[in-house]
């Protein structure tokens, strides 16, 4: 009862690695996106409604919005007024945790040794730091990762079909949570329906028996159920419209290809080749529907960097069941590699038999117990990324300031603000949509023209990153700087630092 098992000690040292680093806590909160998504939850909370037109910016003021998350967004706001941002530092950590535990039990579903199991780790784990952040998207790894689980719990040929209703009923309740909780509740019937497809490819080109009825079935609940939201299937659309518009996503950095080439990328490496062989081999174990996703998830992957912690999550435990079918079944190897590789599967599968006698539960609620009272004093935005020094002197401005910030320090802003201090950008950049952002990159970036642009906005004041183009092309239009740190600088326009001077002398 207090000895953990394998996935159970993985999930728990997940949890001290990230609140005990030299960030600490803090680490979740490096995405301002936090922040506006902890107020739409308490304005929720407070007003027992949800939003639908933007309260957060003056650039689009009552334009409508499809508040996609808020389910997610109610949870971190309840959290947020309860238990400040340690509170949602601890809810988040125990959301990667709980992703770390369903990663190993995924593995044992498909029968992956259990050393190629602690092998897949360190990669699994290095690349998924990626998006280790306090959002949303952390619920949508879970609720793939229950959906991959349930698929290759059902597809073992020594496992009947189900029957009945009862598991399209959990499936039905399951996908409306999570259209409710993150925009990649599509991923549950289209794991679902590539599935189906390895079943037809198993039975048209080899003559398995193969389950394809009940994966369509749950495929069509899943989908179904998923329109049980409030936008109903204006959401589909929405999400559909946002993932193929290129003018916009080509403008967001996670949607950009990561750079193999950067320090430290060799385990996203090893995790991508792992996943993609992993499909190899399990086609040529007559399992297409491994190999399908393999191949699916890994060229997107490649495409956006936004996809490798999804990829390296659902891809490495499929990857360590074909391995280890591979080793177990490898014919015409000399009897001296024979009997050594024996030897070692053997021995990993005497340690996952070790393994399988504990469990360790009882011990949750006290690691529980002991990180909300490490993270509390330690979880907030860093001020080496956002204007916190800044903060003090933002507050002072007039309450109708027209400021130009960052998208990532607007996160922030509604944040500090509370959302009173209406902001010009923000990270969502879905509701903003790619004409805003290509005007918003002329401005920030002083390309040609971004003059004109900036003059339609009558922006009294700027907050913007000392190596911001922008800064110095306003500096150079006489701005009057008010405040300077090594993260962000406050301008004014001439003509408001001229009146605030007056007032100055007057008082």
């Known amino acids: 009862m207090f000895v953990p098992d394998l996935a159970l000690v993985a999930a728990v040292a997940t949890l001290i690695c990230l609140f005990a680093g030299s960030r600490g806590a803090s680490a979740l909160f490096r995405d301002s996106d936090a922040g506006w998504h902890i107020r739409n939850g308490e304005r929720i909370l407070s ?9 957060f910016s003056f650039s689009k003021p009552g334009a409508p919005w499809i508040a996609w998350e808020w389910l997610s967004d109610l949870a971190t706001g309840a959290i947020h007024i309860t238990a400040g941002l340690g509170g949602v530092a601890v809810l988040y950590g125990l959301a990667i945790a709980t992703s770390v535990w369903m990663w190993f039990r995924l593995t044992w579903v498909t029968e992956g040794n259990f050393l190629l199991a602690s092998l897949f780790a360190l990669p699994m784990l290095t690349t998924t730091t990626i998006h280790w952040l306090a959002r949303p998207h952390l619920w949508g790894w879970l609720f793939a990762l229950g959906s ?41 019937p289209a794991i679902a329906l590539l599935y189906a497809a390895g079943g037809y490819i198993r039975r048209a080109v080899w003559g398995q028996t193969a389950p394809i009825r009940h994966f369509v079935l749950a495929a069509i609940t899943a989908l179904t159920a998923s329109l049980l939201n409030p936008e109903g299937w204006i959401l589909h659309r929405h999400v559909v419209a946002y993932l193929f518009d290129a003018r916009l996503t080509a403008r967001i950095g996670e949607f950009q290809s990561f750079d193999f080439r950067a320090s430290g990328a060799l385990p996203v490496v090893i995790a991508l080749f792992a996943g993609l062989a992993g499909g190899l081999a399990a086609l040529a174990l007559r399992r297409p529907e491994r190999f399908l996703l393999s191949l699916l998830l890994s060229v997107a992957a490649l495409r956006s960097a936004r996809l490798l912690p999804l990829a390296a999550l659902l891809l490495l435990p499929l990857a360590a069941g074909s391995f280890t079918e591979t080793l177990t079944l490898a014919r015409g190897l000399t009897p001296r590699l024979r009997k050594s590789l024996d030897g070692v599967l053997r021995y990993a599968d005497s340690l996952r038999n070790f393994d399988r ?31 916190v020094a800044a903060a003090e002197n933002i507050a002072s401005l007039p309450r109708g300031a027209r400021i130009m910030a960052t998208d ?63 800064l110095a092309a306003l500096e150079a239009e006489n701005w009057r700087e008010l405040h300077r740190d090594s993260t962000a600088v406050v301008l004014a326009t001439p003509a408001v630092a001229s009146a605030e001077l007056r007032a100055e002398a007057a008082n």
Not at 47 to 55: E, K
Not at 160 to 188: D, E, K, M, Q, Y
Not at 367 to 377: C, E, K, Q, S, T
């Open 148 to 188: 991959l689980w349930w698929c290759e719990a059902w597809s073992r040929p020594d496992r009947p079909s189900p029957t009945g209703s009862r598991h399209l009923v959990a499936i039905a309740i399951l996908s409306a949570l999570w259209a409710n909780v993150h925009p990649s509740f599509l991923l549950g």
């Open 357 to 387: 006698g504990f469990h360790g539960a009882a011990l949750v609620p006290f690691v529980m117990a002991i990180l909300f009272g490490a993270v509390h004093a330690r979880a907030e935005f860093p001020s080496s990324q956002f204007p």
């Open 408 to 470: 990532s320090f607007g996160g922030y802003l509604i944040y500090r603000f509370n959302g009173d201090r209406k902001v010009f950008f923000d990270g969502r950049s879905d509701f903003y949509g790619a004409d805003f952002v290509d005007r918003y990159s002329r401005m920030l970036e002083a390309r040609p023209g971004w003059d004109e642009e900036f003059g339609k906005w009558n922006f009294t004041h700027a907050v913007l990153p000392p190596d911001c183009a922008l």
């Open 47 to 55: 007003t027992l409604s949800l939003q639908h037109t933007d309260p």
